[in-house]
C-alpha cells in the first residue's frame, strides 16, 4: 500500500512539475511557441491560462493529499529504522582514560589563568 501510494506521488509530483513548465509568463503566449500569432493561440485567446491553471491547482491539491496521507501513514508505521544519534548513557565510564596530574603540577579549571612552570634543568 505504501509503495503504491510513493509510487503514484511521485508520478503526480513529476506531472506536477511539467505542468508548472509548460506555464508561460504573463505576456508570454503557449502558441508563438508553435509559429502562432498572438490572437491564433493553441487554447483560443484565453484557454491555455485557464486550463492550464485548473490543472495546475487539480495535480497541487492531489499532491498534497498524497503528501498527507503519506505522513499519516509513516507516523503511524511502526520505526523499523532505528535512529543514529547515539542515546546518552548516564553514569557510564568515559570511554578515553583520565590520566592523572604529575606531581609538581597544579591542575586547571576551564575559564582560569594558566600559571606559569618553572623551567626544567
Known amino acids: ?11 503526480i509530483s513529476l506531472f506536477l512539475i511539467g505542468v508548472v513548465l509548460i506555464q508561460g509568463g504573463k505576456g508570454a503566449e503557449l ?3 508553435f509559429g502562432g500569432g498572438s490572437s491564433h493561440t ?9 486550463v492550464l491553471s485548473k490543472v495546475t491547482t487539480i495535480v497541487a491539491i492531489l499532491f498534497m493529499i498524497t503528501s498527507l496521507i503519506l505522513t499519516i501513514i509513516s507516523v503511524r508505521q511502526p520505526s523499523v529504522v532505528k535512529s543514529v544519534i547515539p542515546e546518552e548513557k548516564t553514569g557510564a565510564a ?14 586547571v579549571t576551564p575559564g582560569q589563568a594558566v600559571p606559569e612552570q618553572p623551567a626544567k634543568k
Open 94 to 107: 568515559p570511554s578515553t582514560p583520565i590520566k592523572p596530574v604529575p606531581e609538581g603540577v597544579k591542575p
Open 31 to 33: 502558441g508563438s511557441a
Open 1 to 11: 500500500m505504501t509503495t503504491l501510494l510513493i509510487v503514484i506521488h511521485v508520478l
Open 42 to 50: 493553441l487554447f483560443g485567446a484565453r484557454g491555455a491560462a485557464t
